[in-house]
């Protein structure tokens, strides 16, 4: 966990990556929502700005810092990566960049030994679908993960509690989906698995 | 100072300048969708349908036809909002005159975005900048608190002044990305900012001729006063424009004691009081700015930020002081007049000519079409440029920065 705690100056950059439909932006702005709650005053959230298509590979950003965040630039170099569809590890460069000692945090149903090895970076998996499903967070036949991820983020770094997720999460839904939403986060942060 | 304590959302700057329009009351609005601008005018519609601003939301099919309803609800005294992007406000172009030469205080969000051929939706300043010459003030926003007070300001200086004034900010950089901004408090915007009571007023009870033909030279009208001529109104508005700066700044301090923030009034500086070099941008480059003049700090050299604020009126004297000490300048546009150089560039070489102390004035085009600018792509230039200073006789030419032709 210390790699996460640092100087004041630090910010700490996060690259979420998913399709078009998933919620990536959303679980990026909740993020940050949360982040701002938990005493961090400098926190951004970004779209890849760009046209954007359902079902296409898409990216988001979050900047989370003790001081308000003057860097509006692309991510170059993330200290985690939050991966919302598996097959974005192949079809997509997700860990491009990616710090040495930071995290790739995937949904998928596989341990982080069978992601990948020898990186120095460290790998957690969380099965966000199966959790998703269980809550009943499904529409159209597809499970919505993008929130169960922000327990993954939670329990991979520390730095943010649930209850701030919590807070964020309420803004944005309905009480009953809010609900559900918050039940996905604290689920995948009890299952996840570290690397 | 705001005594209560105030709310903080973290939102887009589109949401930001919604809000701001929102709490200045606005009781016109007309808009037609352009990316990145969109989510302003819907942010705005939600407001009127759900009833929580009082405004004739009027739906136009170009953004000519938006900028002319504005043209007209201002003229028979209503507070009007507009807000576009790229070929959208190339497209009110032939209104941006009128606006201003009729002397109407509207409020116009323009989400700088680049203009097509070929198409590109993300950002440049090359839309707002290509309209300078139009007789709106410019104001480029530096993040997304600075949004929502501009505008706000905006309606101030608009109706103390009678000259329209153009909010910029940075397309998707500040457009679609969420940051915390405080939400004043209604009451104390309300104070700041009270309705609007315009000056001259289309009424069918009071029946009159505005910006009929006017002809070369002043001649008497119909009941015998002597009117200007077009070279009179265009000189008034002229003088308008150049003298509103000190508006504009004391609006910024009035602001300032109300909310307790302010942004500088014409320009604003970072760690600039000893600075030898100094960068300077209009937007949310100039932000990003100050993170490579720490950066050149570290290094070694007196860097500072020198942010313009204001691009129109061009604040002359305040940029001739602020450059006075510095060696070199480098100045960072996301805008070309093609076949010159930078527009703000060249005038600050412009304004530079009547100083005693001249620095030399480096020029980076950059960022144009969403090309990212990261912040080490600053500081090497300023390394380069130094270099330049050191080794080289001639004048260096503009530089496309992280150009890959």
């Known amino acids: 966990m210390s790699y996460f705690v640092k100087s004041k100056d630090d910010i700490l950059e996060i690259r979420w990556h998913g399709r078009g439909g998933q919620g990536v932006v959303s679980s990026a702005q909740i993020l940050a929502e949360a982040a701002f709650y938990e005493g961090f005053k400098g926190v951004t959230a970004a779209p890849s700005f760009g046209a954007e298509r359902r079902g296409a590979p898409i990216t988001a950003s979050t900047r989370l810092s003790p001081k308000p965040v003057r860097v509006f630039s692309q991510i170059e170099n993330p200290d985690i990566v939050i991966v919302l569809d598996e097959t974005l590890l192949t079809s997509e460069d997700a860990t491009a960049g990616l710090k040495s000692g930071g995290w790739l945090v995937v949904n998928t149903p596989k341990k982080p030994s069978q992601i990948r090895s020898g990186d120095s970076f460290s790998i957690a998996t969380a099965d966000a679908n199966s959790v998703a499903k269980e809550v009943t967070l499904v529409v159209s036949g597809a499970a919505l993960v993008n929130t169960a991820m922000l327990g993954a983020f939670v329990r991979v770094t520390g730095i943010i509690s649930l209850e701030s997720i919590r807070e964020a999460i309420a803004k944005k839904f309905s009480p009953a989906e809010a609900q559900k939403n918050f039940e996905a986060a604290r689920l995948t942060y009890e299952r996840i698995i570290l690397g | 100072m705001a005594g209560k304590k105030t709310e903080s959302l973290i939102i887009t700057g589109n949401q930001a300048a919604a809000i701001g329009a929102k709490m200045s009351r606005v009781q016109v609005i007309a808009a037609y969708p352009i990316t990145p601008q969109s989510p302003v005018t819907e942010g705005l519609s939600q407001f009127v349908e759900m009833g929580e601003l009082k405004a004739e939301y009027v739906t136009v099919e170009s953004e000519h036809s938006a900028l002319s309803v504005c043209i007209t609800a201002s003229t028979v005294g209503a507070r009007a909002f507009t807000a576009t992007s790229a070929n959208g406000l190339a497209y009110m172009c032939e209104q941006l005159h009128w606006a201003a030469g009729a002397r109407l205080p509207l409020v116009l969000a323009c989400v700088n975005r680049a203009m097509a051929a070929p198409w590109n939706i993300l950002n440049d300043q090359q839309d707002a900048m290509s309209q300078r010459d139009t007789g709106w003030i410019q104001i480029y926003a530096r993040d997304n608190q600075e949004i929502l007070d501009s505008i706000i300001q905006a309606y101030k200086i608009a109706e103390t002044v009678y000259v329209p004034v153009m909010v910029c900010y940075d397309g998707y950089i500040l457009s679609h990305t969420v940051m915390p901004v405080e939400i004043p408090r209604q009451k104390d915007v309300d104070r700041f900012l009270p309705r609007y009571k315009p000056h001259t007023i289309l009424d069918p009870s009071d029946p009159r001729n505005l910006n009929q033909v006017t002809l070369a030279n002043p001649r008497l009208n119909s009941i015998g006063s002597l009117c200007h001529g077009y070279m009179e109104l265009r000189y008034l508005l002229q003088e308008a424009i ?40 209009a937007g949310s480059l100039a932000t990003q700015a100050t993170v490579a003049a720490d950066e050149l700090r570290a290094q070694g050299y007196r860097a500072g930020v020198l942010g313009l604020r204001v691009y129109r009126p061009f604040p002359k004297q305040d940029l001739i002081e602020a450059t006075s000490k510095a060696g070199l300048v480098l100045v960072f546009d996301k805008s070309i007049s093609y076949g010159n150089e930078g527009p703000i560039c060249s005038d600050l070489k412009s304004a530079l000519y009547r100083s005693k102390s001249r620095p030399v004035v480096h020029g980076y085009i950059c960022g144009l079409g969403g090309r990212d600018i990261k912040v080490r792509e600053l500081t090497e230039a300023a390394i380069r440029s130094l270099l330049w200073v050191r080794e080289t006789e001639s004048a260096k030419p503009t530089e496309w920065l992280n150009c890959q032709i």
């Open chain 2, 242 to 281: 150049e003298g509103c700066s000190e508006t504009i700044v004391a609006v910024d301090r009035e602001f300032g004691e109300t909310f307790g923030r302010s942004w500088g009034g014409m320009t604003w500086s970072y760690r600039l009081e000893d600075a030898d070099l100094i960068l300077m941008a």
